[in-house]
């Protein structure tokens, strides 16, 4: 057999780690891949499922989806410096939410000249640039290197792969010159492959917190990003039942970490309880409360488990904490689990008393959304309610969505962990991809994405029909349509209340306006879709969407909603 190229011990490596699926907007780099993938498939031997995107927010958008869903390394090719640009956004969103990817981008270091060096005119016209596109996103990677040696293939692909998955988990990029994937391997791929395992926590801390927890009288936990399986919130749950403590999931909660219909749930707003709590114990929950210092509890032992306790990868935090312990969470609870092997003292009066305030929160969301059963446009709460009620339980939500987030985690207690994804950090536009990604990874489940008329606006959203018609890989969007970009509007409601933007309506940054019909775009790509105002079509529309989905076809509600600051405003200072 000839000595494999470049591309084909790229191929090995991916192998070798488990890898199987590769997200890819196309470029004129990746040649050597498409024939060894090519070669590969006729040979019947092994190689990722290769899945090409029609945009790079969509490729990386997907490999995070696919990432956060899975637990498994997301790979995403893209396209020189310029599909790098296109693709930071995604790559920053993983560098903060800790997801781990290997970001792949090609670049040229011949552009054309000697032998067998073919690449085409485009790069050295309009494809290079100074430091090539490992440069451009340093700050927001965990690592980025571009190869200067073919010699440094095997060893520098290899080496990404673990570092994704060691923790804190991230992005890793690489820039892997066209020449060295189409020219002979100087170096085989490895024969060893193992992700890091994810460090242990000190005993010694765990002991002190140990000690703490079972003292205090009022303990709170607050998790935003520990549990993504139901297995590990289940484990959450007995230690917040043996200590009696409320759990708050933070505002952005990237998962369902712990049942949002058990007794112990005290919401996602941990301000209403920081004044009489005296011990807090904090998992991956990088935004425990705002403003950072002025809430930060005046007479409680504040202990910080994750495995970037100090946000090194942000420039400011303003948190502190008493232990600030750094380690595995879930191997972290276990250990505290060990350390309380039963309910501390007053536990039992403590879960009655948080029981009482979760059933009436949640009562009250209910009773709300009930009672604006009627209103037209459809109200959010209401929405939300019957989503609750109507989608199939194998559902799987992926959220972009910013005003509604509040509602839909509030109203839609019926979610279970390992149901949820969190696809926002910052920017907007790439919940159709992360949920595109969710549905390749699991493909048992009907993934159904919620973005705001704003958001879908920000997403490639013809590129994310079109991939789902050509694999035919369903999904549902479900759009909460209020004709604005409606966070932008509160932020001149609430500093300005008497401005001329509030006085004379006239918010420049906020309406969407003529407001389309966007279920028609499932229609042209061979998918279902509806726009939704009567808030009595809600259940129907859903079931005729779900049937779409799975048939393996696109479908988009377009659900009409009023304005959510009317009841949200009191959650934001307003």
Not at 5 to 33: C, H, K, M, Q, R
Not at 281 to 297: H, I, R, S, V
Not at 465 to 470: H, I, P, T, Y
Request: hydrophobic residues 45%; proline residues 7%; aromatic residues 8%.
């Amino acid at each position: 057999m000839s000595q494999p190229n470049g591309a084909e011990v790229l191929i090995d490596i991916l192998n070798g780690y488990g890898v199987e699926a590769i997200f890819s907007s196309p470029g004129s780099e990746w040649p050597p891949l498409w024939e060894a993938l090519a070669r590969r498939a006729a040979a019947n031997q092994p190689a990722p499922t290769y899945y090409n995107a029609r945009h790079e927010d969509l490729a990386i958008g997907q490999a995070m989806g696919y990432a956060r869903a899975t637990g498994k390394l997301g790979v995403c090719l893209i396209h020189a410096t310029v599909g790098t640009l296109h693709a930071s956004m995604g790559i920053r969103a993983a560098y903060h939410e800790q997801i781990p990817l290997l970001v792949l981008a090609g670049e040229s270091v011949t552009f054309g000249e000697g032998p067998d060096a073919w690449v085409g005119a485009q790069w050295g016209r309009f494809l290079a640039d100074h430091g090539g596109p490992a440069r451009l996103v340093d700050s927001i990677t965990k690592s980025s290197f571009g190869l200067n040696t073919p010699a440094v293939l095997a060893g520098a692909v290899h080496r990404a792969c673990a570092l994704a998955m060691g923790a804190p988990q991230g992005p890793v990029f690489l820039s892997l010159p066209f020449e060295h994937l189409h020219q002979p391997a100087v170096l085989p791929a490895p024969a060893r492959y193992a992700f890091p395992a994810i460090p242990q926590a000190d005993r010694a801390p765990l002991q002190q917190a140990a000690g703490w927890l079972k003292a205090a009288k009022n303990p709170l936990i607050i998790v935003e990003n520990a549990c993504r399986t139901a297995a590990e919130a289940a484990r959450l749950v007995q230690l917040a039942e043996r200590l009696g403590a409320g759990v708050v999931e933070g505002q952005h909660p990237g998962f369902v970490n712990f049942p949002r219909d058990h007794a112990l749930h005290a919401g996602f707003y941990a301000q209403a309880y920081l004044k009489d709590v005296d011990a807090v114990l904090m998992l991956e929950a990088p935004g425990p409360w705002y403003p950072p210092t002025a809430m930060t509890p005046p007479a409680a032992k504040l202990i910080n488990i994750a495995q970037d306790p100090l946000r090194e990868r942000d420039p400011y935090t303003g948190f502190t904490a008493d232990l600030q312990i750094q380690g595995d969470v879930m191997a972290a609870v276990d250990a505290l689990l060990e350390l309380i092997p039963a309910a501390t003292a007053g536990a039992d009066l403590r879960r009655a008393a948080w029981a009482e305030r979760s059933v009436a929160r949640r009562a009250q969301w209910r009773e709300d959304a009930l009672q604006n059963a009627g209103a037209m446009p459809i109200d959010a709460r209401f929405l939300c309610h019957e989503l609750n009620a109507c989608l199939p339980d194998d559902a799987v939500i992926i959220d972009e969505t910013i005003l509604s987030h509040h509602t839909i985690i509030n109203v839609m207690d019926r979610l279970k962990p390992g149901h949820f994804v969190n696809a926002l950090s910052g920017g907007l536009g790439l919940g159709l991809g992360m949920g595109l990604g969710a549905a390749v990874g699991l493909k048992d489940k009907l993934v159904v994405t919620f973005v705001g008329d704003g958001t879908y606006n920000y997403n490639p959203g013809l590129a994310a029909l079109g991939f789902s018609q050509q694999y035919g890989v369903g999904m549902l969007t479900v759009i909460f349509n209020n004709g604005h970009y409606r966070s932008m509007q509160m932020g001149t409601e609430f500093l300005y209340p008497q401005g001329a933007a509030v006085t004379n309506r006239n918010h420049v940054s906020s309406p969407i306006a003529p407001n389309p019909d966007y279920g028609q775009l499932a229609v042209m790509f061979g998918g279902h879709g509806e726009k939704v105002e009567d808030p009595a079509q809600i259940r129907a529309a859903v079931g005729r969407a779900v049937v779409a989905v799975r048939e393996g076809k696109p479908a988009i509600l377009d659900v009409r909603i009023g304005d959510e600051i009317a009841f949200l405003a009191r959650m934001f200072g307003g």
